[in-house]
């Protein structure tokens, strides 16, 4: 499928998404936020795609929500159609995990984006941040809320109410990217990960994002309930069966995800 915003590759069970709206620094417009929605329920669906990685370019994952698009609309229009609801929070909805692989600005919608990604591994020249009070408005797509899950609230008030970029060495020290490399290696190292994931049995991959999700969601006491409860439900596949005798077998478990 051919797409105008995003440039789609699938190599070794993993799904390529580039973001690629490189005049407006991969400003999220609807069409954009359409593509990415639609590319991702495709991927969803085909069994080739095993792990997903989303970045953008060596300057910018995305410098946020489309500020051309939005300034001239009314509250009535935004209000009735939603904005940023339905298509925007797509890989979040995505049940195979997904990578963010972030390079240079990622600000507004575009950390927005990448916090709603399972986890981020960032370049060094990464910058995060929430500067939409700059534009008399909050963040819409999470920023008030996920920011605030992950890197606690001191910070998330920080750079929501002063609008400042956070670097990648503060945002892995906060807890907001799970690893910093060279922006040489970010997609080297991002694409392996994937890879990694993607040699695992789905079916136990996709039970992890769920249970962690879940947690999230929940009091530990339900977490630790559901994480049991899934834990034990993973005993009637045949992953379990081939990963544990490969194991004992000491040799490698081939998962065919059943
Ligand atoms: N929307 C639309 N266009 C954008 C954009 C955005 N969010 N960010 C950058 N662009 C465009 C610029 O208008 C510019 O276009 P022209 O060449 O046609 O003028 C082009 O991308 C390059 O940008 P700059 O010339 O500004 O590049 P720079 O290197 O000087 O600065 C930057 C980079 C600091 C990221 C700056 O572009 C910037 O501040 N961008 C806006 C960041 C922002 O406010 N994001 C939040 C958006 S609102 C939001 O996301 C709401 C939400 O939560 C859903």
Redesign the pocket.
């Known amino acids: 499928m051919a797409y105008d915003n995003l440039i789609v590759s699938i190599n070794d069970h993993v799904g390529l998404i580039q973001l690629n709206r490189p005049?407006?620094?991969n400003?999220l417009n609807s069409k954009l936020l359409a593509e990415l929605a639609k590319c991702l329920k495709s991927m969803e669906s085909n069994d080739k795609v095993r792990a997903i990685v989303i970045t953008g370019s060596e300057k910018?994952f995305a410098?946020?929500?489309?500020?051309?698009e939005m300034s001239g609309k009314s509250f009535v229009e935004v209000y009735r159609a939603d904005m940023?609801n339905e298509d925007a929070n797509m890989i979040d909805r995505c049940r195979k995990p997904v990578i963010a692989a972030v390079a240079g600005?990622a600000?507004?919608?575009g950390c927005?984006l990448a916090m709603m990604c399972d986890f981020i591994i960032a370049a060094d020249t990464a910058k995060f941040g929430q500067?939409?009070v700059?534009?008399g408005?909050c963040?819409?797509?999470g920023?008030t809320q996920r920011l605030t899950r992950l890197v606690g609230r001191a910070k998330s008030m920080d750079m929501n109410l002063t609008g400042r970029f956070m670097d990648a060495e503060e945002a892995e020290r906060s807890g907001l990217v799970s690893r910093v490399v060279p922006a040489k290696k970010l997609m080297e190292v991002a694409l392996d990960a994937a890879e990694r994931i993607a040699e695992k049995s789905m079916i136990a991959t996709m039970t992890i994002k769920e249970a962690v999700k879940r947690g999230e969601e929940s009091s530990l006491a339900e977490g630790l309930l559901f994480e049991r409860r899934v834990f034990h439900a993973l005993f009637a596949t045949e992953d379990q069966k081939e990963g544990m005798n490969a194991f004992v077998e000491k040799r490698e478990p081939q998962f065919r995800d059943k």
Do not use: M
Not at 63 to 68: E, T
């Open positions: 005049k407006a620094l400003a910018a410098a946020g929500a489309d500020i051309s940023f600005y600000l507004g919608g927005e500067p939409e700059n534009l408005v963040a819409g797509i920023g």
